[in-house]
């Protein structure tokens, strides 16, 4: 597996007042705390949960 098959993404904003599914989509990417990072498969399934909740986290 090398670097360039892979994503890093940072939860940037609270999920907090948001959608029941956005909050599970940030838990499916393995998001937990403000801040916190996780290093993913760059498959189409996590760039289209990316896109879902844009607006919360930032891509690194």
Same mark, same amino acid.
Do not use: F
């Given at each position: 597996?090398?670097?360039?098959?892979?994503?890093? !993404? +940072?939860?940037? $904003?609270?999920?907090?007042?948001?959608?029941?599914?956005?909050?599970? @989509?940030? $838990?499916?990417?393995?998001?937990?705390?403000?801040?916190? !990072?996780?290093?993913? +498969?760059? @498959?189409?399934? !996590?760039?289209?949960?990316?896109?879902?909740?844009?607006?919360?986290?930032? !891509?690194?």
């Amino acid at each position: 597996m090398s670097t360039e098959n892979n994503v890093k !993404v +940072q939860l940037v $904003r609270s999920p907090i007042g948001c959608k029941e599914s956005h909050r599970a @989509t940030v $838990r499916g990417l393995g998001l937990r705390k403000l801040g916190s !990072v996780s290093e993913l +498969q760059d @498959t189409p399934a !996590v760039r289209g949960m990316i896109n879902k909740i844009a607006y919360l986290v930032k !891509v690194l």
